[in-house]
């Protein structure tokens, strides 16, 4: 299994809603990453988690909190957010070691109303 | 901080026809990485180089880690529809590889 899964593929979700964001992969990366995307610009990293620990923090608001269960999930809850919110959210994973070449997942397109 | 400079910023080529694009920084960097995203989709990794003067392939591309290390191309030859998308540079921070610095993209369109 070489994929890394992303659900749901949209969202659309009220500025008072809660809701998250889930990853997983069965690659045994121990490196796995949540990444903001807007339209025709590259992707910017919001979180790393290492070994199920959050390892950077890229001030990101806390509206969005990150959550690692166990090696193979990664999760995004989001609560209160903002119109200005809405984008492709990616999910990442990579080997700890140094070729760092990350697999992406598909993203999930958020729309926030 | 680090930064790359990616061009060209957008092509319009017939299909046939070879592409060339490359990433430039002012700093050094230990790792280039290319990806290619189509519309809706996440970035796919299509090269990755760790070794000054490396030239690497992958079918009909072709990318080249810079003997400088300060600089990447990537060529795709003898262009098809389905070359349509994004393409990205990537090189790891210097301070934290788990972080990534982009260029902006090229942003390629093949005429049939």
């Known amino acids: 299994d070489t994929e890394v899964t992303q659900t749901p593929k949209h969202l659309v979700m009220g500025m008072t809603n809660k809701k998250s964001l889930k990853c997983e992969q069965h690659?045994?990366?121990?490196?796995m990453y949540w990444y903001k995307q807007k339209a025709k610009k590259p992707p910017e990293l919001m979180f790393v988690?290492?070994?199920?620990?959050?390892?950077i923090n890229e001030s990101v608001p806390s509206r969005f909190s990150p959550e690692c269960p166990n090696s193979s999930l990664l999760n995004l809850h989001l609560h209160a957010l903002q119109p200005e919110d809405s984008a492709l959210y990616l999910c990442?994973?990579?080997?700890?070691?140094?070729?760092?070449?990350?697999?992406f997942g598909s993203g999930t397109r958020l729309t926030v109303v | 901080g680090q930064q790359l400079n990616q061009s060209p910023q957008s092509m319009f080529i017939q299909e046939g026809e070879d592409v060339s694009m490359n990433c430039t920084s002012s700093?050094?960097?230990?790792?280039w990485l290319w990806y290619k995203q189509d519309p809706g989709e996440g970035p796919v990794l299509l090269i990755a180089?760790?070794?000054a003067g490396e030239l690497t392939s992958n079918g009909r591309l072709t990318a080249q880690f810079g003997i400088t290390r300060k600089d990447s191309f990537l060529n795709i030859s003898a262009s098809i529809p389905s070359d349509v998308g994004i393409y990205f540079c990537?090189?790891?921070?210097?301070?934290?590889?788990?972080?990534?610095?982009w260029g902006l993209g090229t942003s390629l369109a093949v005429n049939p």
């Open positions: 988690y290492s070994y199920e620990k959050l390892s």
């Open positions: 990442a994973s990579s080997q700890t070691r140094d070729r760092v070449g990350y697999t």
């Open positions: 690659m045994g990366h121990r490196a």
């Open positions: 990537a090189g790891p921070h210097a301070g934290n590889n788990r972080k990534l610095i």
């Open positions: 700093s050094i960097f230990n790792t």
């Open positions: 180089l760790y070794k």
